[in-house]
């Protein structure tokens, strides 16, 4: 109990706030490297897992692919990077490393969200004329998007997890707290930094699980309250 509070006293220390290894700047460093990350892995995942499932094509390679991603350790793959970017691109080397990560879960969430729409719509959608960019963008990308921001928040958490060991290479991050922390044996430190990224995680994740639940179709909230309220009553009565 002593080693939480003073965790806790770590953190609202006004020393804590200032200087180049402030909290905040720290919290900047690991925000930032988790959003240029999620965001490449986005422009790179999304499109392909839309392809996948929109056309039906390639999603043995893209579960072969994602599942290798996932098996990465990640610490050893951002040293393997940074020795082979050199120490002057350790930046480089850490984003392409947090990519690889949140590419199996943007890429599942994407091809994931076009097969979970109900094939009978899409045939409609066809037997009205619409054309297959039509398709794409008024039924599949909408009635996917649960799914895929479901995706974004599984990478988003991953990433912004694995960004402390950024810090093992001096990038900065909440993992700096961490590293420092072990290496002078002062485990309130440890303890508050693991606090902070902890923290920094439930707020994105409620933020992201609000999102998710804002992009469901209105007509698909419908049908669920619809299959609620059919549920209800035929229940029998107690």
Same mark, same amino acid.
């Given at each position: 109990?002593?080693?939480l509070g003073d965790a806790f006293a770590w953190i609202t220390a006004s020393e804590q706030w200032t200087g180049p290894n402030a909290l905040h700047i720290?919290?900047?460093?690991? %925000?930032?490297?988790? *959003?240029?990350?999620?965001?490449?892995?986005?422009? +790179?995942?999304?499109?392909?897992?839309? $392809?996948?499932?929109?056309? !039906?094509?390639? =999603?043995? +390679?893209?579960?072969?692919?994602?599942?290798? /991603?996932?098996?990465?350790?990640?610490?050893? #793959?951002?040293?393997?990077?940074?020795?082979?970017? @050199?120490?002057?691109?350790?930046?480089?080397? *850490?984003?392409?490393?947090?990519?690889?990560? *949140?590419?199996?879960?943007?890429? /599942?969430?994407?091809?994931?969200?076009?097969?979970?729409?109900?094939? =009978?719509?899409?045939?409609?959608?066809?037997?009205? !004329?619409?054309?297959?960019?039509?398709?794409?963008?008024?039924?599949?990308?909408?009635? @996917? #998007?649960?799914? #895929?921001?479901?995706?974004?928040?599984?990478?988003?958490?991953?990433?912004?997890?694995?960004?402390?060991?950024?810090?093992?290479?001096?990038?900065? !991050?909440?993992g700096l707290p961490i590293i420092t922390g072990l290496s002078l044996r002062r485990y309130e430190v440890v303890l508050g930094g693991a606090i902070l990224v902890? #923290?920094? $995680?439930?707020?994105?994740?409620?933020? %992201?699980?609000?999102?998710?639940?804002?992009?469901?179709?209105? @007509?698909?909230?419908?049908? =669920? @309250?619809?299959?609620?309220?059919?549920?209800?009553?035929?229940?029998?009565?107690?």
């Open positions: 109990m002593n080693l720290l919290l900047w460093q690991q %925000l930032y490297f988790t *959003a240029v990350a999620v965001g490449i892995a986005a422009l +790179i995942a999304v499109p392909a897992g839309w $392809a996948i499932g929109h056309t !039906g094509k390639g =999603r043995e +390679i893209a579960v072969a692919v994602a599942g290798a /991603a996932r098996a990465l350790p990640s610490f050893g #793959l951002l040293v393997l990077l940074v020795l082979l970017f @050199g120490v002057l691109h350790k930046p480089e080397a *850490a984003i392409v490393t947090f990519v690889i990560l *949140a590419i199996p879960s943007l890429l /599942a969430g994407a091809y994931a969200g076009f097969e979970a729409v109900d094939r =009978r719509v899409i045939d409609a959608a066809r037997s009205m !004329g619409m054309t297959e960019w039509q398709i794409l963008w008024r039924v599949e990308v909408p009635l @996917g #998007l649960p799914l #895929l921001v479901g995706g974004l928040r599984s990478a988003v958490l991953q990433v912004v997890a694995t960004v402390t060991i950024a810090a093992y290479v001096n990038l900065g !991050g909440l902890a #923290l920094l $995680a439930l707020v994105l994740d409620g933020l %992201l699980a609000l999102a998710q639940q804002a992009v469901v179709q209105r @007509g698909v909230r419908a049908s =669920r @309250g619809e299959h609620v309220t059919a549920a209800k009553e035929t229940e029998p009565a107690a």
